[in-house]
Every structure is written in C-alpha cells, then in structure tokens.
C-alpha cells in the first residue's frame, strides 16, 4: 500500500543529489508475535560469538557486495533436544565487506555504517544503533519464526533452518533469507521509494545467512 504522506528530509535530499522522492512510500509495518517463553525444565545453551556468524549480500545493477556481521551475545532455551526459546543480539559496528579490498572496502564499510559526515542516516547508522536482535516466536516444520530489529524498528520474520544438538553444542543454521530493507526504514538508492534513480538503484532485497553455535551453560 502507498502513502502520500511521505516527507523528504534534508539529508535524504542531499544523499540523492537530484533524485526526487515518490509520493509514495510503502507499508513498513509487519504483525510483531510475542516471543516465545521456555519452560522450567528448559536447558540453556549460550550462543559463542567468535563461532557464529551471519553472512550478508546486497545487490545493485552493475554488481554485488557481501560479507559478515557478529553477533554480541545469545541464548537459547532447549527441552529435549527441542528449542523452546532463544534471542541474539548483533553488534552493527562489526559489519565487513569481503569483495573489495583497501580504500573501497573501508569506504563502503563506512557507509554501511553511517560513520560518513552527512550519510548517517543512509544504511545502518550505527552511533544511534549500534546492535540489532532477533528474538524467536517459535519453531515450525523447520521454519524459524521471529521478530528482528534494526534502526528501532521491529518487523516479523520466518525463514527455514536447521537445528541440531550434538553433545552439548548446538547449532542452527538458516537458508538464504530475503529480507526487505525499507520495512527497517533502510531506504537509500531504493527505486520502490525515489523516483529518477536510472540504473543507479540498490536492491530492496537483502540477503542474509545466519550459522549459530550455542553451548549449553
């Protein structure tokens, strides 16, 4: 659904330089579930940050950039085998470009950040958020339920993934999954939003891969 109610600010005026902004913008709100709750006969296991790891890709005409993102700290709650509950937190300020090397690397790292004077606001701004979560609403049929939040805004989830228990460690690991920038107010270069952009637009879509090991505390 569209809105013209859709206002420009300066530095979205700025960050686009003669593009002008849709009349329009699109529905950004996703039903929010309540995270799920272990059990007392729950087990936890603690999500280790230097094992884990969430791969993404983003993609524009001409080309595309991928690398990782850490996680700070996690939690998982499992009853036989069977995850009841579970959250991670992701440290923003660790984002990592792997195609590019030397001044590009750090340049479009900076960007992503939010570390550049005037382009805070265009990706991630990680002074105002530094960490984004995911907290779990559930597992079903192999599909992974949720609500995650980046930049203060929370939408829900789902994507499929595997989860296993070995010992006391376990793991999770999810197929590609797609997610919509601009539903977390991630807006710069979309053509969804600005008009005139030509082949200088970066996908809506983002993709992300998240592998998890957690060990039971």
């Excluded at 550049?116 to 990706?123: I, L, Q, S, T």
Aim: with cysteine; net charge negative.
């Amino acid at each position: 659904m569209k809105s013209t109610t859709l206002k420009i600010t300066l530095l979205a005026f700025l960050a686009t330089a003669t593009f002008s902004c849709k009349n329009a913008e699109k529905e950004t709100e996703v039903a929010v579930e309540t995270p799920a709750e272990a059990t007392e006969a729950a087990v936890e296991y603690n999500v280790d940050p230097a094992a884990s790891e969430i791969k993404w890709e983003g993609e524009k005409p001409t080309t595309k950039h991928f690398g990782t993102i850490s996680l700070n700290s996690g939690v998982f709650h499992l009853n036989n085998g069977v995850v009841e509950a579970g959250k991670f937190e992701i440290d923003m300020n660790s984002i990592n470009v792997q195609d590019l090397e030397g001044e590009y690397k750090d340049n479009l790292e900076a960007h992503l950040k939010g570390t550049v004077e005037g382009k805070e606001g265009d990706f991630f701004n990680i002074k105002e958020y530094p960490t984004a979560k995911f907290e779990l609403t559930g597992i079903e049929n192999n599909v992974v339920k949720g609500n995650l939040t980046i930049k203060g805004k929370t939408n829900a989830i789902e994507f499929p993934a595997t989860v296993t228990t070995e010992g006391d460690k376990m793991t999770l690991k999810s197929d590609a999954i797609e997610l919509d920038r601009t539903k977390w107010g991630i807006n710069y270069g979309s053509k969804s939003i600005f008009d005139n952009l030509g082949d200088k637009f970066i996908s809506d879509i983002m993709k992300i891969e998240v592998s998890l090991v957690a060990n039971k505390a």
